[in-house]
């Protein structure tokens, strides 16, 4: 089946830890994305990916870092210079768009990360 | 730019009440827009999109037009059910000035049915 899976399911780090949370998809998609979402609020994105070896940081790349070496893959890394890290991160991806063809975005079903 | 404008909640309904959780947009050019549903502790999925105006998408008894003349893209559902009860995030997808075609939500609204 096709999909997007993040791992683990929940993560627990130390502070001053860094700490990577896994992305694959079988989509073939060419874009990929990361957001986090907070306790009763919106989606914020955090980095996105177009293509393989590209990214670009999105509305609150402080204090997190990505690789994209592989199509299939969008590793989120969470660095201690990250202030506030507890949270739920999605990842999601989509397919590339044409000039009028904005396709919807596929997520995963999420990390819940708790910074002890 | 692009925003997202979404009803407030949460909203508390009982079981076969008619459901509508406004949603306002502002773009530039040409957005698609969705609606994601999100149950505890899950991911987001599409519940349904519209991609032109005028459009209207629908999926599992919701329905939403896309309104170009009053940026709206309303959802709504004549009789909802417990099983409804989850977090609905409307969004808009356009290219931005830089080139980027990224997701732009709404806040969320929490909809809770009760028996």
């Known amino acids: 089946d096709g999909g997007i899976t993040q791992s683990p399911k929940y993560l627990f780090r130390k502070e001053g830890q860094n700490v990577t949370l896994s992305c694959e998809q079988n989509l073939n998609h060419d874009a990929m994305y990361w957001y986090r979402q907070d306790p009763g609020q919106g989606l914020r994105l955090i980095y996105y990916?177009?293509?393989?070896?590209?990214?670009q940081k999105g509305d609150i790349a402080e204090g997190y870092s990505v690789s994209r070496e592989k199509k299939e893959s969008f590793p989120l890394t969470v660095t201690s210079a990250q202030k506030n890290p507890t949270a739920f991160y999605l990842c999601a991806s989509s397919s590339t768009p044409g000039l009028l063809n904005l396709n919807e975005q596929f997520f995963g079903p999420g990390t819940r990360l708790t910074v002890l | 730019g692009n925003s997202v404008t979404q009803m407030e909640g949460p909203v508390t309904l009982s079981e076969e009440a008619f459901l509508t959780i406004n949603c306002t947009y502002t773009?530039?050019?040409?957005?698609?827009l969705f609606w994601y549903v999100q149950y505890p502790g899950e991911g987001l999925q599409l519940l349904l999109k519209?991609?032109?105006?005028?459009d209207k998408g629908s999926n599992k008894g919701f329905e939403a037009t896309y309104r170009k003349e009053t940026t709206s893209f309303h959802l709504e559902k004549g009789s909802v059910q417990v099983s409804d009860s989850a977090v609905y995030f409307c969004?808009?997808?356009?290219?931005?000035?830089?080139?980027?075609?990224?997701?732009?939500f709404g806040t969320g609204t929490r909809l809770t049915v009760i028996p």
């Open positions: 773009a530039t050019g040409y957005p698609s």
């Open positions: 969004a808009l997808r356009a290219f931005d000035q830089t080139g980027a075609n990224n997701l732009f």
């Open positions: 990916s177009q293509i393989v070896n590209d990214f």
């Open positions: 519209a991609t032109k105006a005028d």
